[in-house]
């Protein structure tokens, strides 16, 4: 069964660097979604993704993330100078339309750590 | 206050026992998701309705537009299914998904 992938499982990065969190979405999927869960939190949207360009995004998801497809299976999600407060769970996720009658379908996360 | 409120936060059970875990949410929405997040972190989606009634093996969720409220049960429960339980919502408008808190089953054996 076609599922989506993420890459790293964990990443563990230093204050003020730049982290890169990868995704395969499903092949034939049109919607991309990245979502995080701060640890004891619960999970928050952070950014849509259609047509190589944003469809929607939360307060969270502010100047220093950004988005980008950079190939045709490719998602990935930039966070340019991470914090401590960056640290959590991103889930990438995908949809094949948007609209009620679409699943979205959850990669299995990468963990952030920020030290 | 919550958009999505789920209740219990946690629950136990004996193997074998029928657990219901409910979700309540005061916004308009198109549909609603259940969700299951294994301690690994990794989140598999069970259903998405937006009315009436699904079921899948020992799983139903029943969702009731009108009194803003779903809930899910799990039917002869298994220590397998011990995990944490999610509903989210796509508000009426937009296609993000509002993300309850959790409830973490634990089922003994």
């Known amino acids: 069964e076609p599922e989506v992938t993420q890459t790293p499982s964990h990443q563990v990065t230093q204050m003020g660097q730049e982290v890169i969190l990868r995704c395969v979405p499903i092949?034939?999927?049109?919607?991309f979604y990245w979502y995080r869960q701060i640890l004891g939190q619960k999970v928050e949207f952070l950014v849509s993704f259609y047509n190589n360009e944003i469809s929607e995004k939360s307060e969270i998801f502010d100047d220093q993330f950004s988005v980008e497809r950079p190939d045709g299976s490719n998602f990935t999600l930039k966070i340019r100078s991470t914090k401590l407060e960056d640290s959590a769970m991103y889930f990438c996720?995908?949809?094949?339309?948007?609209?009620?009658?679409?699943?979205?379908?959850f990669g299995p996360g990468t963990r952030l750590t920020v030290t | 206050k919550n958009e999505v409120e789920q209740s219990p936060q946690n629950l136990t059970a004996q193997e074998g026992e029928f657990i219901t875990i409910n979700c309540s949410y005061s916004?308009?929405?198109?549909?609603l998701h259940w969700l299951q997040q294994h301690p690994g972190g990794g989140i598999v989606s069970l259903f998405m309705l937006s009315s009436g009634k699904k079921k899948h093996g020992r799983l139903i969720a029943t969702i009731n537009i009108q009194e803003k409220h779903s809930s899910l049960h799990i039917t002869a429960s298994h220590p397998r299914d011990s995990a944490v339980y999610i509903c989210?919502?796509?508000?009426?408008?937009?296609?993000?998904?509002?993300f309850g808190g959790g409830t973490r089953v634990l089922v003994k054996p």
């Open positions: 092949s034939n999927h049109l919607y």
């Open positions: 916004v308009g929405i198109s549909a």
């Open positions: 989210a919502v796509f508000k009426a408008a937009g296609n993000k998904l509002t």
């Open positions: 996720a995908s949809s094949e339309r948007a609209g009620i009658y679409y699943e979205q379908y």
